[in-house]
């Protein structure tokens, strides 16, 4: 089975120019998670969904940031404007039905670097 | 307050030599899961483990142990007879009922660099 598939793997901008990652969960799953991994913070968890709805935001650094999932099978993290403390690894993970105890099972990460 | 920590920062060992991952934790929840994660070079994170805070017996999956400890807040991850490709950064985790589903509180990692 196709785990947690991420694109793209790596990405190189410009400060000012808009981001858009991308995130298919392995399906049959109904949680979504976006992670950042920096050296100084380590993971944080960004924003997570529950059958497509947003459950809890709290993670999001500042407006900047959205995401969205418009289908179960896919969702989207933007950056607009993004600029050069944005540069991490942007990781989607998700986990099976049944609530909190199941495993997050997480993609191969995107790489983004904004110069 | 960090949640779970990992004291070790890097491990370095020598191929065949057995290795312990240190990982403590805080919680107030009597419910709670713990887990285990890989991060090799490559740069993506490989689920390792899942322990439910009701179940205290250790787990062993061919050279890889664990050993959950209530009493000392433990959960150490041990690997017998390194090999290269366990090199990796290795993140404990924890969730807890109080705080919600899904919220998984990471350590920052412990390096292991296994040597030819």
């Known amino acids: 089975d196709a785990g947690v598939i991420q694109s793209p793997r790596h990405e190189v901008t410009e400060m000012g120019q808009e981001v858009t990652l991308r995130c298919k969960p392995i399906?049959?799953?109904?949680?979504l998670f976006w992670y950042r991994q920096t050296m100084m913070r380590g993971l944080e968890l960004l924003i997570y969904?529950?059958?497509?709805?947003?459950?809890?935001d709290s993670g999001m650094p500042e407006d900047r940031f959205s995401a969205k999932m418009p289908n179960a099978s896919f969702s989207t993290l933007k950056i607009q404007p993004s600029e050069p403390r944005d540069s991490a690894v942007y990781f989607c993970?998700?986990?099976?039905?049944?609530?909190?105890?199941?495993?997050?099972?997480f993609g191969p990460g995107t790489r983004l670097t904004v110069l | 307050a960090q949640k779970v920590t990992q004291a070790q920062t890097e491990i370095s060992v020598v191929e065949k030599e057995d290795v312990t991952l240190d990982c403590v934790y805080e919680?107030?929840?009597?419910?709670?899961?713990l887990f285990w994660y890989k991060q090799p070079p490559s740069g993506e994170l490989v689920f390792l483990i899942r322990?439910?805070?009701?179940?205290?017996q250790n787990e062993i999956s061919g050279r890889y142990s664990w050993n959950f400890q209530k009493s000392t807040s433990s959960f150490n991850f041990t690997i017998t007879a390194s090999q290269v490709v366990d090199s990796a950064v290795y993140f404990c985790?924890?969730?807890?009922?109080?705080?919600?589903?899904?919220?998984?509180?990471f350590g920052t990692g412990t390096r292991l660099t296994v040597i030819p």
């Open positions: 993970a998700s986990s099976f039905p049944g609530g909190w105890t199941d495993t997050q099972y």
């Open positions: 399906s049959g799953h109904d949680y």
């Open positions: 969904f529950n059958n497509n709805v947003p459950i809890d």
């Open positions: 919680t107030r929840d009597t419910t709670y899961y």
């Open positions: 322990r439910n805070s009701f179940d205290e």
């Open positions: 985790a924890l969730s807890e009922a109080q705080t919600g589903a899904n919220n998984l509180f």
